[in-house]
């Protein structure tokens, strides 16, 4: 007779074996393709709720496990962006929960038929605008949308920038609106060019000292990039943003998602 722990060892084995097997398809818009993800699992909800209680900084704790999630449930190598984040795990919790999604509107509840709307989603363009690169005087600034590993790496960076390392206070979104609205327009920027100077995030200079060298800039160059990052985010707002909602409500991506009630 096997022992309990010889049969625990043996049961998640087995599990583990089903997980491997088990894939489905998920549209990458940026990709235009499927590809194979392991559907979420129970420990996955469990990190998405837990992370959820992190309300500070806009909940980038959570943002960082939905970005850690996709990147862990993709079977393949390719470079996934922020922008493909809400399609993606729509199509994760349609397969996880179900086809409807209801959505909260003070007393009023709305249905969302998730079959249909990613349905609608994929037939919609999500290529990136042309000529991402904006100007102002000799400044040149070349973009790029970030992939989900980079909005990991800056959201991290800005948490620990933002943290008062000998207070166990915690700062409110309130106190860092314009250190958030700066860490999410230099998410986007692939190079700053003055001259023959050339800038480069990762390779130049780190992330923090990208940031220093953004926000000595004009503030004409904050507005334009502000544009542009608005521009790239079509797509994204509009698989959050279904035909048969009312105006002003939309899906949010937060921890309600993931739950049945």
């Known amino acids: 007779m096997m022992s309990n722990n010889s049969s625990y060892k043996n049961l998640l084995a087995s599990i583990n074996e089903l997980n491997s097997k088990d894939t489905l398809n998920v549209y990458v818009p940026s990709t235009g393709k499927d590809t194979q993800f392991s559907p979420l699992t129970v420990k996955q909800q469990k990190l998405l709720l837990s992370s959820s209680v992190d309300t500070d900084f806009e909940n980038l704790s959570f943002m960082n496990a939905i970005n850690d999630i996709i990147s862990t449930n993709c079977k393949h190598n390719i470079r996934i962006l922020t922008v493909d984040k809400p399609l993606i795990i729509l199509q994760l919790r349609q397969h996880a929960i179900g086809d409807i999604l209801k959505i909260e509107e003070d007393d009023t509840t709305h249905e969302i038929d998730l079959n249909d709307h990613i349905a609608s989603c994929k037939l919609l363009d999500a290529s990136a605008p042309d000529n991402l690169e904006i100007e102002h005087d000799i400044i040149k600034i070349t973009c790029q949308i970030p992939d989900i590993t980079t ?18 206070e915690k700062l409110k979104v309130t106190d860092v609106i314009g ?18 100077d050339v800038v480069t995030p ?8 990208m940031v220093n060298v953004f926000e000595s800039l004009p503030m004409q160059v ?8 608005k521009e790239t ?16 409500v939309s899906i949010s991506i937060d921890a309600s998602l993931f739950t049945t009630e």
């Open 151 to 168: 909005d990991t790496k800056y959201n991290k960076q800005f948490t620990k920038k933002v943290q008062k390392p000998k207070s166990k």
């Open 179 to 196: 250190d958030i609205y700066v860490s999410e327009l230099v998410k986007y920027i692939q190079a700053i060019i003055i001259g023959e």
């Open 202 to 209: 990762g390779v130049d200079v780190n992330i923090s000292d």
């Open 222 to 229: 904050s507005n334009k990039l502000a544009a542009l990052v």
């Open 233 to 248: 985010r079509k797509f994204e707002i509009a698989c959050l943003t279904p035909e048969s909602l009312p105006e002003g």
